[in-house]
Every structure is written in structure tokens, then in C-alpha cells.
Nanobody, 126 residues
Framework: QVQLVESGGGLVQAGGSLRLSCTAS????????MGWFRQAPGKEREFVAA????????YYTDSVKGRFTISRDNAKNTVYLQMNSLKPEDTAVYYC???????????????????WGQGTQVTVSS
């Protein structure tokens, strides 16, 4: 089992930056693929970015490519989401999620993941 805790959300003006962190409990973090999702009011949870257990592969939704960067530090049990050039449409609750490596399901699909954090609010003002 793994427990996930997100931090780093907040209020920022359009064009600004935030870095989200997600720290996992346990000693097996390096065996998990990690993802970031977001959910705006009245909308479904959507994929943002994902990274494989060894940082060998990263994936992004088209709307954040070139602006967001996912990374991880297995020694610190932490995955990051660096968000630059933020837009009002990036406003949402951001969740990190974990799935043990070896899953054949797409990392872009929420149902692939078995573990979720509680979420952190990101608000981008215009």
C-alpha cells in the first residue's frame, strides 16, 4: 500500500508558475508509475501528466505540453509537477495517483491507478 499527500497548490496570476509535490509513504515508491490528474468544478477528472517508475518515459496531455514538467525523486519518495505559463483554464483540484509498475493499462486513464492523494487546489486568476 502507498499513501499520497499533495502540496504546493495555491492562487497565482495568469502567466505565473507553481510546483506541486506529491510525497508517498512506504519504501516501494520506486516500483510505482505516477500520474497527475485534475478536476475542475462540474467536469470529469482529466489526465495531466505521468511518469514511469524509473523516469524513463513521461506523458502529457496536449494542453500542457511545453508548459508543465513532471519529474520524480525516488530517494525522496516524491513526484513533482512544475507548472509554468499558467492559464485560468488550468484552475482545478490536482491529484497525484500511483500504480504499481508492470500494469498494461494506459497511464492516461484514471481507472488504471489504485492509489490517490487528497488533492490540492490550483487557482489561476486572469
Amino acid at each position: 500500500q502507498v499513501q499520497l499527500v499533495e502540496s504546493g497548490g495555491g492562487l497565482v496570476q495568469a502567466g505565473g508558475s507553481l510546483r506541486l509535490s506529491c510525497t508517498a509513504s512506504g519504501r516501494t515508491f520506486s516500483t510505482y508509475n505516477m500520474g497527475w490528474f485534475r478536476q475542475a468544478p462540474g467536469k470529469e477528472r482529466e489526465f495531466v501528466a505521468a511518469i514511469t517508475w524509473n523516469s524513463g518515459n513521461t506523458y502529457y496531455t496536449d494542453s500542457v505540453k511545453g508548459r508543465f514538467t513532471i519529474s520524480r525523486d525516488n530517494a525522496k519518495n516524491t513526484v513533482y509537477l512544475q507548472m509554468n505559463s499558467l492559464k485560468p483554464e488550468d484552475t482545478a483540484v490536482y491529484y497525484c495517483a500511483a500504480v504499481r509498475r508492470g500494469s498494461s493499462w494506459s497511464l492516461m486513464v484514471p481507472t488504471t491507478y489504485g492509489y490517490w492523494g487528497q488533492g490540492t487546489q490550483v487557482t489561476v486568476s486572469s
